[in-house]
């Protein structure tokens, strides 16, 4: 059972997801006591390619008060991604169509430890969210109704 640390809801406006992978990080040990207390984001990161690795770039772990960092750099530098060959082939491949990305979705524990599911993107153009936004208020719009309806 998976508990969620974090979610990226931004992204799932902001781009299609072709597929999603799960990868563990690489932590030091203040970042998992921080992860701990709930003080992780990811809204504002992305994941790269470099020689057949994946590093996530611009996560932000908020130290506790009491944690022993010498280094402000040390809040957002770049955590490497534990991910195997087979899917690193298919993110290599993915990512050289043009267009793709690697985002974060979300940071969970599973079985005491942090994982983070990454997905294959493409951005959305200006229109392909208007067309979700109307979407969403006539479901909302749609669901309300029906409660009235079944209210009187």
């Known amino acids: 059972m998976a508990t969620t640390i974090t979610d990226n809801r931004k992204a799932l406006f902001d ?8 990868a563990g990080l ?10 701990r207390a709930n003080r992780g984001n990811i809204k504002e990161s992305y994941a790269i390619l470099r020689q057949n690795e994946v590093f996530l770039i611009g996560a932000h772990f908020s130290p506790l008060p009491n944690a022993n960092i010498l ?11 534990l991910l ?5 082939s298919k ?7 043009k267009g793709y990305t690697l985002i974060p979705l979300s940071l969970y524990w599973k079985r005491g430890n942090v994982k983070i599911q990454i997905g294959l993107a493409k951005g959305r153009k200006k229109q392909d969210k208007r067309a979700l936004i109307k979407e969403r208020d ?12 079944y209210n009187r």
Do not use: A, H, M, P
């Not at 690489?26 to 992860?35: I, T």
């Not at 280094?71 to 991604?81: F, G, N, Q, S």
């Not at 195997?84 to 690193?88: A, D, F, P």
């Open 71 to 81: 280094d402000e750099e040390e809040v957002t530098r770049t955590r490497k991604l």
């Open 84 to 88: 195997n060959s087979r899917e690193i």
């Open 15 to 22: 781009f299609f997801i072709e597929e999603k992978i799960e």
């Open 91 to 97: 993110i290599s491949t993915f990512i050289q169509q």
């Open 138 to 149: 006539w479901k909302l719009d749609k669901e309300r109704l029906s409660k009235q309806k």
């Open 26 to 35: 690489v932590l030091k040990g203040w970042e998992v006591k921080s992860l």
